[in-house]
T-cell receptor, first 109, second 113 residues
Framework: GQQVMQIPQYQHVQEGEDFTTYCNSS?????IQWYKQRPGGHPVFLIQ?????EVKKQKRLTFQFGEAKKNSSLHITATQTTDVGTYFC?????????FGAGTRLTVKP | DGGITQSPKYLFRKEGQNVTLSCEQN?????MYWYRQDPGQGLRLIYY???????QKGDIAEGYSVSREKKESFPLTVTSAQKNPTAFYLC????????????FGPGTRLTVL
């Protein structure tokens, strides 16, 4: 399957600060999916990006797919304690089922 | 979530015993997966099945076995050969031959004493 590097591995922010996690690939991706796993919970699908340069928003979350479709980012504006968890980015194909380590976000109230 | 159930939520077993974790889905998905997650780590693929009566090893299959006799069910057996079985086990499914999302069950936290 396709491999992406996600950075940072960990991020600790003060509540109200912004947060960004990045996914980078050496090859062009057909699409990318983002998942969130709360502590003690299971991964939940957030969004899928398919088009070059695509930008999608979900309230305080902004997802971007690079023009070359080799990178993607998730930006959270004004983090809240409910944003705590691990965020995974995964390129998806028929046989792609591996998850990386993700970015673990902690938020200090 | 999404019609996948795993039971039980917490499971305790003595060392040396085999234990079977259940996973059932009513989403009519072709593909099912088992992942293992250790504290603070990502998900590692144990086994997956793309169709009934067929399954493939993932990255850490040693010490585990699965069966896929029905489309809805994909039980995982943790055998005594698994050196460090204590972990959080997640089952997932998705429609095959597409880029559909994966739906996860709530997970089973296995502790071997």
């Amino acid at each position: 399957g396709q491999q992406v590097m996600q950075i940072p591995q960990y991020q600790h922010v003060q509540e109200g600060e912004d947060f960004t996690t990045y996914c980078n690939s050496s090859t062009t991706l057909s699409n990318i999916q983002w998942y969130k796993q709360r502590p003690g919970g299971h991964p939940v699908f957030l969004i899928q990006l398919v088009k070059s340069g695509e930008v999608k928003k979900q309230k305080r979350l902004t997802f971007q797919f690079g023009e070359a479709k080799k990178n993607s980012s998730l930006h959270i504006t004004a983090t809240q304690t409910t944003d705590v968890g691990t965020y995974f980015c995964i390129p998806r194909g028929v046989n792609d089922m591996r998850f990386g380590a993700g970015t673990r976000l902690t938020v200090k109230p | 979530d999404g019609g996948i159930t795993q039971s039980p939520k917490y499971l305790f077993r003595k060392e040396g015993q085999n234990v079977t974790l259940s996973c059932e889905q009513n989403l009519n998905h072709d593909a099912m997966y088992w992942y293992r997650q250790d504290p603070g780590q990502g998900l590692r693929l144990i086994y997956y099945s793309q169709i009934v009566n067929d399954f493939q090893k993932g990255d850490i299959a040693e010490g585990y076995s699965v069966s896929r006799e029905k489309k809805e069910s994909f039980p995982l057996t943790v055998t005594s050969a698994q050196k460090n079985p204590t972990a959080f086990y997640l089952c997932a499914s998705r429609q095959e031959v597409s880029t559909d999302t994966q739906y996860f069950g709530p997970g089973t936290r296995l502790t071997v004493l």
